[in-house]
């Protein structure tokens, strides 16, 4: 069965078709990163009119490249939430259109269950159940997916994303958007134990992530130090930085696996590309023979691939769309 993906819900533009869940034919991506990096983040009205641009030949380049023509599709799979309502009406409307005009089933696909199918296209053996720490730009999770398509949320973070905290630590330092890629690498050369910085803990809420104090923690850092005159090793503030978000990740997470009694383990979106968070997991999971499934870099970020993949799984559990599919800006994963 092909499944045609259509992700349109932050700066990314991106279509592709994809076998069975698991076997990608094309995956195409248009960015917008360039543009909003003027800005130092992405500006919503710029982000709506880029994907009304890109989406038709990125739709088309996606087909050509899989060497299939409409009538090879057996569903489409949007994006429909969460994200920038703007930017996901683009990729819902046009898919509405497409469905409407070929006849071809229409399903509405959740972008966070999406970055959890891109270990099924980078893990072909991989089944639920298992514990996945989702961390993106907009989300931190820990999510029990039971099935495909049956997901149960264990912790969440109760005020910023991990990437978010990641962005604005970089940001504050002068690195451009999206910095958290950048931050990760110049935290490679630096000493991760040169600052001493929080780890916030949620009362009566193990499970759940708090960064806000700490990123406001190495804002300060840095502000007072400038203040005063006093040249940081920038190096050294990313890995301390760095080292105090994935511990507040990972003791999470593992406990949540102890406590639950699960031994699969997966991570998934933009953040599970951080080196430290990769490292940590492979270290502690082989520590308690946990296995440990892992998104390749290439498919941590936001794709259609992913969405291709998680969409075979929603058609096959009877997911499709009437006409009247909408957009939103919030929705929980486990409403899917
Ligand atoms: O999943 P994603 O591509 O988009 C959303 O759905 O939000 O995640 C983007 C986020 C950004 O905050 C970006 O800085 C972060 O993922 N990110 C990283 C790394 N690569 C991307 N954060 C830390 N280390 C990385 N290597
Ligand atoms: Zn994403």
């Known amino acids: 069965m092909k499944i045609l993906g259509i992700e349109s819900s932050c700066d990314e533009t991106a279509a592709a078709v994809v076998e069975d869940g698991r076997k990608v034919l094309s995956s195409v991506i248009a960015s917008q990163v360039e543009e909003h990096k003027l800005y130092g983040g992405v500006v919503p009205e710029i982000a709506s009119r880029r994907h009304a641009e890109a989406i038709v030949p990125v739709v088309r380049r996606a087909l050509n490249e899989a060497n299939a023509s409409l009538s090879d599709i057996d569903a489409i799979a949007v994006t429909y939430a969460p994200g920038l309502i703007g930017a996901l009406l683009v990729g ?37 159940p298992f514990l996945c720490l989702v961390v993106s730009g907009g989300h931190s999770h820990i999510v029990m997916v039971e099935d495909y398509t049956n997901m149960k949320i264990i912790g969440k973070t109760c005020d910023d994303a991990a990437g978010e905290a990641f962005d604005k630590a970089a940001r504050t330092m002068g690195m451009p958007y999206p910095g958290g890629i950048a931050l990760d690498k110049v935290a490679e050369d630096g000493n ?122 929603e058609f096959l559990s009877g997911n499709v769309a009437d006409s009247d599919l909408n957009a939103f800006a919030t929705m929980s994963i486990e409403k899917g």
């Open 192 to 313: 991760p134990l040169a600052f001493k910085l929080p780890r916030p803990v949620v009362h009566d809420a193990p499970y759940d992530f708090s960064f806000s104090g700490l990123k406001t923690a190495v804002i300060n850092l840095i502000h007072n130090s400038a203040q005063k005159g006093i040249e940081l090793n920038k190096a050294d503030v990313c890995a301390s930085f760095r080292y105090a978000v994935v511990d507040c990740l990972t003791t999470n997470f593992l406990k949540a696996a102890e406590d639950l009694g699960v031994k699969r383990l997966v991570i998934a979106g933009g953040v599970s590309a951080n080196s430290l968070l990769r490292k940590t997991l492979e270290q502690e999971c082989k520590k308690r023979s946990y296995e440990l499934f892992m998104p390749e870099k290439t498919l941590c970020g936001d794709n259609a691939a992913m969405v291709g993949a998680q969409g075979y799984y």
């Open 92 to 128: 819902v409307n046009f898919a509405k259109g497409l469905s409407l005009s070929t006849g071809i089933p229409l399903v509405p696909t959740h972008h966070l269950r999406s970055h959890i199918a891109s270990n099924y296209i980078s893990n072909p053996d991989l089944k639920p």
